[in-house]
Structure formats: structure tokens, C-alpha cells
């Protein structure tokens, strides 16, 4: 689409995003580097959202939480601002999704947002090509294909709902492969959740994800799939907050640290 | 001293604790069963609390959290009474300690706390002791030695203070094994946080722990230090909650799920 996609340094990308240069999903960018979901919400539902999280740990891998009214990530980006370095934001209000693509998110800040970042799959990405599997998304140049499953959350106070997860299709050798490399990347979510079938998790057509794109199974390969953070974006609809400030899925906060490093943390 | 330490599953050693039978340290006891620091804080209080263990994860490995006045931790031990299953539990009001030997806490329960269980490295001593290595607190019938040390931990509202240690002496070797082998046991502590000269991390008499027991350090052994969940119990005091109801230091609650399966978590 020729926009810039290959950046020196994370924090040369966050400001592509604060100047509006960048406004694309993430996978892909800035490889080897920590991806993370951001869910900013008053700090009233603090505790509760952040019960969900602790709940429900493959799906909601809980980075970095910041103090109120505090948008910068003290551990993952000093210099970051979580206002504006994220490339499209979301913003919800009375648990209805409001505006779905804004470039800035400061006009809508409040003192007592709390943001929580949560790890993400693309974080990994690199990992897994370094190991020889395929992540076809990036080949095809598209988002990562995601899927609402038939499993429920464990909910806390009014957070609830259904898994969402991410998929990559590879074979089954790969899959295995796939296994052992995500396993180390707990907080980027891990190990899959499920692989094959997707009937079994609920999932009717496979070629229609309910949010990213559709990308290509080859003959012989397996769908893989990995729990994702979008799964915060339902629950967060069910709880019907006043506010809630949250990235596009796909468009993720790309931070200073390593994905080897937070898999010593 | 006589009082019955070998009991067939944790719910036998958590009756024994509930009628009162069962009024020591824990160390050692239901070996390969995860064992867990118990805290209780008002529901506005616990928002804090929570942010204040995921930014200290070595000393405040987060398990579970009820449901606020819920004394029952759902994946933990379906069957448990957390007022009533620790062997001693201490009571603190207004953020001092009001009372420290008491065995039974539903007395001052409220239906606004919140119980967090943080993990334990009783948890993981069986584990240290198949490997070869071993368990001097064991061996000599006594609580584990802990320090508080000079390394501040990351402050979350009211909550501040130092990392609490625990200690278990053994060879370089050893201490080389014990990391490897508790590296997987993440929400029991994990890995060493710091082996050797205990000047460097503020402890300036080993044969003085500041909580449990002094043990005996041979010749050709060194001491190695692991974050412990003590460390909450000084925070606590910092954040003078109205009310807090937390285990006795030693005195851990034991539950259903065996080290193994919290490896996996």
C-alpha cells in the first residue's frame, strides 16, 4: 500500500503513529519486538478488569498496568505516549464501540484512566519465522485472521465472554514446532489453544474471520490457533463502561523491550 | 514436638487446620502440593493490591483472587474455607499487626475482602529435594530463615516497601541445580533473586533472620535467596488498610493442585 513499513527503532515507529504518518495493523513491524493490546478504562472497573485478566491468563497476559491518568508505560516505553503512539485507536462509550478509527486518542483522555497492556501473538512472529514456520499474514500482506470461539471466559463483576483467538496455518510438523517455540512467549500467549478442527471450537467458516483478514490454507496444513487479546474488546462490550479507549484490533502498541526479554519476566 | 505431620491429601491437613488440630509451620508438610500466602484486604483496597504484586511478580506471584467476601479459591481447592483452613493466621487493623496468633479468622471477616493466594516456595521444595538438593529448614525441623533486604519494590498506591527473602543453604553446584529446577516453578517465585554475599542485598547477620528460624550453613555452602510473600505483609503496613487478615509467615495454605499442574499455569 506503500506506506513506510520498516522502521530503525520501536520508538521511530510510535512516532510515525503520533505524527499520523503510519496508520496500518502492526504484524510484522518492528520484528522481535514486544506487541501489546492497550485497554485504557476508569479506574473505577480497575480491579475488576484486571480480576478478568488474572482469570483468564492465555488470553489477557497482563504486561504492564499504568497508574491513573498515567500514559506512559513505565517498563515497556519511558518515552512513549499511549495517547497518541498506537496507530488507529477504538474509543467506547456506554460499552458501545463509538468511533472505530482514531488517529489520536488525547481529545477523549480522562485522569483516571487506568491502561493495562496486554501481550500479543505478533510478538512471537519473528520467532516463528526464525524457526522455519510459515506466518502466512505477513507473506500475504494482510491482518491476522480472528475468530470468536464457542469457549466462555471466566468472568469477574460485569467483565464476560467468549474467546477470541488468532489463527496460522502450518502443518502439523510445524504445528509441533510451533508448540515448543510459543510455549517460552508466555506473555505474548503462549502455547496455542487449539489446532485443527475448528468446528470444535465453534467456529462455522474458517474463511470468514470475525475480525482481521482471510489468509490462505495451504494443502496438508492445519489451522493453529492462539488465544488473543481482542478477547478483552468483547467482555469489554458486556461491562458497558462510561468510557473505554482501546487500540485497533490489530494495530498494536509496539514497546522498547524485547520478546526475549519478557520471556525472562 | 508430637503434633501430627503426615496427612494423606490437603483436605485431611485443612480439616486438621479448621478444627484446630494443626497449629505449625508448613514447610514440608503435603510435599508436592501447592502451598500459598493468604492476604485479605477490603474490595477498595484490592485494586492496589493487585497492581502492586503484578509489578512485583518474584515476591507476589498472583494465583488466585475470590470474589469479594467469597472465602473459597475456585481453582485452588473447591472444598476450602480460607477463614478457617490456615493453621495461624495474624489480624492487622488500621495497618499494625493487632493479632498474631489467631486460628480462626472468620470472626473478622467482612463481606468486602478480597483473599489474594500468592504462591510459595514450599511449593517447589520437593521438587529441590528429587534433584538432590537440600532443605536445611527440613532437615532441622524448623520454619525457613527470612530476611528483609535493601531492593525496594515498585510501589502501587499506598502499597511500598522491601523485598523480603528466603534462604536455603547448599553448594555452588546445588545452587546451579536449583536454579534450573525453579525456574519452572514461576508462581511459586521462580528462580533465585540473588545467591552468595548477603551484604549485597542489606542482610547484615544471616544468623539473624528478621522472620522464622536460623539454620546452619556448612562449611563450603552459600546461601541462596528467594523473593518470599512476606514482602506483602510489610507493604501492608505501609498501606495501613482498615483491616487485613493474612496467614502467620510459615503458616501457608495448602491446596488441591500439586506443583506440577501450577508449572503449566
Not at 485497554?39 to 499504568?66: G, Q, W, Y
Not at 458501545?96 to 491502561?115: G, H, I, K, M
Request: net charge negative; hydrophobic share 40%.
Amino acid at each position: 500500500m506503500g506506506t513506510k513499513r520498516d522502521f530503525a527503532t520501536p520508538s521511530e515507529f510510535r512516532l510515525a503513529c503520533r505524527k499520523g504518518r503510519f496508520q496500518e495493523q502492526t504484524s510484522g513491524i518492528c520484528p522481535g519486538f514486544v506487541q501489546a493490546n492497550v485497554m485504557a478504562l476508569p479506574k473505577a472497573l480497575a480491579f475488576d478488569f484486571m480480576l478478568f485478566c488474572s482469570r483468564n491468563p492465555e488470553a489477557c497476559p497482563l504486561i504492564e498496568v499504568t497508574d491513573p491518568g498515567n500514559p506512559t508505560p513505565p517498563t515497556l516505553a519511558k518515552s512513549a505516549d499511549l495517547r497518541k503512539d498506537v496507530s488507529m485507536y477504538r474509543v467506547y462509550v456506554d460499552g458501545q464501540l463509538n468511533l472505530s478509527t482514531v488517529l489520536d486518542a488525547e481529545t477523549y483522555w480522562r485522569p483516571d484512566l487506568v491502561t493495562f497492556l496486554l501481550g500479543c501473538s505478533f510478538s512471537f512472529e519473528d520467532a516463528l519465522a526464525a524457526a522455519g514456520i510459515p506466518v502466512r499474514h505477513i507473506e500475504e500482506g494482510v491482518n491476522v485472521p480472528m475468530y470468536i470461539t464457542n469457549r466462555q471466559c471466566k468472568p469477574s463483576g460485569p467483565f464476560k465472554g467468549p474467546l477470541v483467538v488468532s489463527m496460522r496455518p502450518m502443518t502439523s510438523a510445524q504445528a509441533l514446532q510451533a508448540v515448543k517455540v510459543t510455549s517460552r512467549h508466555r506473555l505474548s500467549h503462549g502455547a496455542p489453544v487449539h489446532l485443527g478442527n475448528p468446528a470444535e471450537i465453534g467456529i462455522k467458516n474458517i474463511d470468514e474471520p470475525d475480525f482481521g483478514d482471510k489468509v490462505t490454507i495451504k494443502e496438508g496444513e492445519i489451522p493453529v490457533f492462539w488465544a488473543c487479546g481482542v478477547t478483552t474488546q468483547l467482555a469489554l462490550m458486556n461491562a458497558n463502561p462510561e468510557l473505554a479507549i482501546t487500540h485497533a484490533p490489530g494495530h498494536m502498541f509496539i514497546s522498547d523491550v524485547t520478546s526475549e526479554e519478557l520471556c525472562l519476566r
